[in-house]
């Protein structure tokens, strides 16, 4: 499949395009696209019986740390192999960005910020559905934050994938841990995925937030103290860290470490958090500071990104198996 096929099928949306339209609707082929202004709300509705497969082909290539594998020769099935004499096809790498499913303090309603929760059973089949929509997208690195929300939300990803890769925790914390953590085999590395967790990608610190339910802090201190609080740009709740301050880490931790993957060719996946993430996206689809405020993100809708010559192009989020409509970004502040 060409590249301006595959572009087709993802949905040509340019990020700037949200950002200036007037509720409109936009035909691409099957794809229905209804931009929305000021929520920046993202509604794709596709056809039941598109084909988001990306035709038979090997893609071959993937060597865990020095090889460029291209967005568009996807995975077709689990018994493609790697190949070192594979041609690299292209310069554009995929990102793929998913918010972990839902936590057991989502569901409870509860401030959680650097809080380390699991995912609920609906979490778990969140996480699971998110794998499915990219499972035909190579994927030669994987980063979470430190929380395990957010690393059950990628590995559980990782096991609908289809070339059945193996994601493996990096243990870096100490010279022990990475000796101890060893692979001696080339070809088994070739397998694998390595899982990069960064504290720099958590969720912003809540402060005295952290445990508490949300509407009774909106019934104890007013609902738009607590909007305050949720979603300012610059105010941090009590002690905790305001978006700007979780943006100072997470976009430098981007920039220092996940940029050069990119550049390097590889495809990325971030699992993370609402607002680490939305300050990543801000960054990438060059938000200001007053648009990343209505920005909302769902829990385990991953959304993809091609870089390509330096820019960050949005493609939406790849569809679900069985449903029409995919929502990348929601209008309503989540309890
Ligand atoms: O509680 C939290 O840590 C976050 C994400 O769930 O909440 P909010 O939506 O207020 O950013």
């Given at each position: 499949?060409?590249?301006?096929?595959?572009?087709?099928?993802?949905?040509?949306?340019?990020?700037?395009?949200?950002?200036?339209?007037?509720?409109?609707?936009?035909?691409?082929?099957?794809?229905?696209?209804?931009?929305?202004?000021k929520c920046f709300k993202l509604n794709i509705e596709l056809s039941r019986n598109r084909n988001f497969r990306f035709g038979k082909k090997n893609f071959g290539i993937i060597q865990a740390t020095a090889s460029q594998t291209s967005v568009i020769e996807s995975a077709s099935s689990p018994s493609n192999h790697d190949t070192s004499d594979s041609k690299k096809k292209s310069n554009e790498a995929a990102l793929i960005l998913v918010r972990h499913g839902e936590s057991l303090w989502n569901e409870k309603n509860l401030f959680t910020g650097c809080v380390d929760v699991p995912l609920t059973k609906k979490g778990v089949e969140e996480a699971i559905e998110a794998g499915k929509r990219i499972s035909n997208i190579p994927v030669d690195m994987i980063y979470t934050s430190a929380l395990i929300r957010a690393q059950m939300t990628a590995m559980l990803a990782m096991t609908q994938h289809r070339r059945r890769k193996v994601p493996i925790i990096m243990h870096n914390e100490s010279e022990q841990a990475r000796t101890w953590s060893q692979i001696f085999s080339e070809d088994t590395m070739k397998q694998s995925i390595p899982v990069v967790t960064a504290w720099q990608l958590n969720e912003r610190m809540y402060g005295e937030l952290q445990g508490l339910n949300k509407q009774e802090t909106a019934d104890r201190y007013g609902k738009e103290q607590v909007h305050v609080w949720r979603r300012s740009y610059d105010i941090p709740p009590p002690n905790g860290e305001s978006l700007e301050m979780c943006a100072q880490r997470a976009v430098a931790?981007?920039?220092?470490?996940?940029?050069?993957?990119?550049?390097?060719?590889?495809?990325?996946?971030?699992?993370?958090?609402?607002?680490?993430?939305?300050?990543?996206?801000?960054?990438l689809d060059k938000l200001t500071s007053q648009e990343v405020i209505s920005l909302e993100l769902s829990t385990g809708i991953p959304m993809l990104y091609i870089f390509k010559e330096g820019k960050f192009i949005r493609r939406g989020s790849p569809a679900g198996p069985a449903e029409a409509g995919v929502y990348a970004y929601t209008r309503v502040c989540n309890p």
């Amino acid at each position: 499949m060409s590249a301006q096929v595959f572009h087709q099928a993802m949905g040509t949306l340019q990020s700037n395009r949200l950002l200036n339209n007037s509720g409109t609707h936009h035909e691409l082929g099957n794809i229905r696209v209804q931009l929305i202004p000021k929520c920046f709300k993202l509604n794709i509705e596709l056809s039941r019986n598109r084909n988001f497969r990306f035709g038979k082909k090997n893609f071959g290539i993937i060597q865990a740390t020095a090889s460029q594998t291209s967005v568009i020769e996807s995975a077709s099935s689990p018994s493609n192999h790697d190949t070192s004499d594979s041609k690299k096809k292209s310069n554009e790498a995929a990102l793929i960005l998913v918010r972990h499913g839902e936590s057991l303090w989502n569901e409870k309603n509860l401030f959680t910020g650097c809080v380390d929760v699991p995912l609920t059973k609906k979490g778990v089949e969140e996480a699971i559905e998110a794998g499915k929509r990219i499972s035909n997208i190579p994927v030669d690195m994987i980063y979470t934050s430190a929380l395990i929300r957010a690393q059950m939300t990628a590995m559980l990803a990782m096991t609908q994938h289809r070339r059945r890769k193996v994601p493996i925790i990096m243990h870096n914390e100490s010279e022990q841990a990475r000796t101890w953590s060893q692979i001696f085999s080339e070809d088994t590395m070739k397998q694998s995925i390595p899982v990069v967790t960064a504290w720099q990608l958590n969720e912003r610190m809540y402060g005295e937030l952290q445990g508490l339910n949300k509407q009774e802090t909106a019934d104890r201190y007013g609902k738009e103290q607590v909007h305050v609080w949720r979603r300012s740009y610059d105010i941090p709740p009590p002690n905790g860290e305001s978006l700007e301050m979780c943006a100072q880490r997470a976009v430098a931790y981007f920039k220092d470490q996940i940029e050069p993957q990119l550049q390097s060719g590889k495809n990325v996946m971030i699992a993370a958090h609402g607002n680490s993430l939305r300050s990543i996206i801000m960054y990438l689809d060059k938000l200001t500071s007053q648009e990343v405020i209505s920005l909302e993100l769902s829990t385990g809708i991953p959304m993809l990104y091609i870089f390509k010559e330096g820019k960050f192009i949005r493609r939406g989020s790849p569809a679900g198996p069985a449903e029409a409509g995919v929502y990348a970004y929601t209008r309503v502040c989540n309890p």
